[in-house]
Nanobody, 116 residues
Framework: QVQLVESGGGLVQAGGSLRLSCAASRSIFSSNDMGWYRQAPGSQRELVAR???????NYVASVKGRFTISRDNAKNMLYLQMNSLKPEDTAVYYCAAERFRVPRYWGQGTQVTVSS
């Protein structure tokens, strides 16, 4: 059974930090690149960060230097460490399993709200 479950969202003040986690089923985690996406109200869902099976990473320009994506292949876990949060980071954050940079499976999302 394919499953992605995010956790770690919440309300934080600007400048604060949060760490998102995504628990993935073993059947998809080991063979797929993984990504964090976000969707703010009235906006399209956008890629925030991606990590390949081999560990290569890339980030959207707006989060470079502030966010860090990582994966623990032994635990089938994906993480997003978010530092120096800004109000514009407010969104629902989703983890996704990807193949050839196309999301194949989605989690249910976790809300991140950054107050000014």
């Amino acid at each position: 059974q394919v499953q992605l479950v995010e956790s770690g969202g919440g309300l934080v003040q600007a400048g604060g930090s949060l760490r998102l986690s995504c628990a993935a089923s073993r059947s998809i985690f080991s063979s797929n690149d993984m990504g964090w996406y976000r969707q703010a109200p009235g906006s399209q869902r956008e890629l925030v960060a991606r990590i390949t099976v081999s560990g290569s990473t890339n980030y959207v320009a707006s989060v470079k230097g502030r966010f860090t994506i990582s994966r623990d292949n032994a635990k089938n876990m994906l993480y997003l460490q978010m530092n120096s949060l800004k109000p514009e980071d407010t969104a629902v954050y989703y983890c996704a399993a990807e193949r050839f940079r196309v999301p194949r499976y989605w989690g249910q999302g976790t809300q991140v709200t950054v107050s000014s």
